[in-house]
């Protein structure tokens, strides 16, 4: 591919000729050629060519929600680019319609707020559209939705104050949404977001999963021991 040649000779003025082929790249199904494309780009920017690149922020924007989960991601992990160009909008994939686009989002929010994307105080504002991906219909994004509420915890992004919209998933009437909860929970003990007591006094609501036919019952049976 005479692409990956001049990408390899870091041929500026060729890759420089091929920009709208390398944008395609960008959104390509082969992983392979999504790498050549961003690679370029990198190049192309560590060599000054920002202007170059500036009419197409809006196609680049539009990456960071592409239906293909690989294309997305890939568009995340080079943040510093969108960074570079001064991409605007950005920011609304944190209150997406869609749990996928959502947790893409939320899954580099540290990162955003560190480029200086978005500010803190703006993400803690719209936090409230996160209690929806620790319910998702997938199981892979509720699982990692829940994983990282404990780093958001310690953070700064959820206090003490979130605590009564959290009790409620103590409660939940969907026993794998429910067991999720109760396993942060004891993480969240550390954090001082929750105490032991408060736990306890909500105790009725894991013991019931005990009574499930299923993984969750183990995992309950477990976490009520850890709490009496």
């Known amino acids: 591919m005479k692409l990956k ?23 390509s199904k082969d992983s392979s050629e999504r790498d050549i494309g ?25 990456l960071l929600w592409h239906r293909l989960q690989g294309v997305r991601d890939e568009a995340w992990r080079n943040l510093h680019i969108y960074k570079i160009l001064q991409v605007e909008g950005i920011e609304r994939a944190l209150t997406a319609y869609s749990d996928k686009i959502k947790w893409s989002a939320w899954n580099n929010v540290l990162k955003l707020i560190q480029l200086e994307i978005v500010t803190k ?13 620790l319910r998702s219909i997938y199981p892979t994004i509720r699982k990692k939705a829940w994983r990282l509420f ?33 396993r942060t929970a004891i993480l969240l003990l550390k954090e001082n977001f929750i105490t032991l007591e408060e736990l306890k006094a909500n105790v009725k609501y894991l013991e019931e999963l005990t009574l499930h036919q299923s993984k969750i019952k183990k995992v309950a049976e477990k976490l009520v021991k850890e709490l009496t």
Do not use: C, M, Q
Not at 5 to 26: C, P, Q, R
Not at 48 to 53: A, P, Q, R, S, V
Not at 154 to 169: A, L, P, Q, Y
């Open 38 to 62: 961003w690679k370029s780009i990198n190049l192309l920017l560590d060599n000054g060519n920002i202007k170059e690149l500036i009419p197409y922020k809006a196609y680049l924007r539009s």
């Open 121 to 133: 105080t703006y993400v803690r504002s719209i936090r409230y559209t996160y209690w929806r991906l």
């Open 5 to 27: 040649e001049a990408l390899d000779k870091k041929d500026i003025e060729y890759l420089l000729k091929s920009i709208k082929e390398i944008l395609t790249l960008l959104k």
């Open 150 to 182: 404990v780093t958001l915890v310690h953070e700064g992004i959820f206090d003490s104050s979130d605590k009564d919209r959290f009790f409620e998933f103590l409660k939940n009437r969907k026993a794998n949404v429910r067991i999720l909860a109760w």
